[in-house]
């Protein structure tokens, strides 16, 4: 059985303050993928990062960064200098190699950034 | 532009209606799901479906039909055995690893 926790519900920061969202995952699967999605108020899932198991390299994008430590099963995401729009749930998920494309989710983090 | 499109966006039931919620893409995307989510939880995976004429149970499938005669087309049908339908459901497609969702259809039962 494959298990996404996202252990914080709700983070709050001051603009320009850094966040880092947990993320952990369970799978039996030796190779697997790992993503992040945004949630904005509208609804829409917004597909952040893609990462595979195989590939434990750290990846920036913009203020995003991504931390992959297969040796804890984590799959942390960083916001740095965060912005009122950053507001949003953010989800971790986690596919399989034969799951034909289906996603489990983790519970998601609401990140509220005031001004 | 190329997405995925879900109608409407508000759908209000009442009690013992069954209810059609409407998921297009032109992504040319073999597979889609519907997803359901409830305030403060996870998307849940109601269907899937890999090909046109071939779909599949999530882990809540209770309550909910589906179809694929196009491949483009993957209607959601909230039935009157699905006893609290009052939530936000997405529709996804995707192709090789990655999967784009629409923008939700927000169902609540009046």
């Known amino acids: 059985a494959q298990k996404v926790t996202q252990a914080q519900t709700e983070i709050s920061v001051v603009e320009k303050e850094d966040v880092t969202l947990d993320c952990v995952y369970e799978?039996?699967?030796?190779?697997?993928?790992l993503f992040w999605y945004k949630q904005p108020p509208s609804g829409e899932l917004v597909f952040l990062i893609r990462r595979n198991s195989f590939d434990e390299q750290n990846e920036i994008s913009g203020r995003y960064s991504w931390n992959f430590q297969k040796s804890t099963s984590s799959f942390n995401f960083t916001i740095t200098a965060s912005q009122v729009v950053d507001s949003a749930v953010y989800f971790c998920a986690l596919r399989g190699t034969d799951s034909w494309g289906k996603l489990q989710f983790g519970a998601g983090t609401q990140v509220v950034v005031t001004p | 532009d190329g997405g995925i499109t879900q109608s409407p966006k508000y759908l209000f039931r009442k009690e013992g209606q069954n209810v059609t919620l409407s998921c297009e893409q032109n992504l040319n995307h073999d597979a889609m799901y519907w997803y359901r989510q409830d305030p403060g939880q996870g998307l849940r995976l109601i269907y899937y479906s890999q090909i046109v004429n071939d779909f599949q149970k999530g882990d809540i499938a209770e309550g909910y039909s589906v179809s694929r005669e196009k491949k483009e087309s993957f209607p959601l049908t909230v039935t009157s055995a699905q006893k609290n339908p009052t939530a936000f459901y997405l529709c996804?497609?995707?192709?090789?690893?990655?999967?784009?969702f629409g923008q939700g259809t927000r169902l609540t039962v009046v």
């Open positions: 996804a497609s995707s192709i090789q690893r990655d999967a784009f």
């Open positions: 799978t039996r699967d030796t190779t697997y993928y």
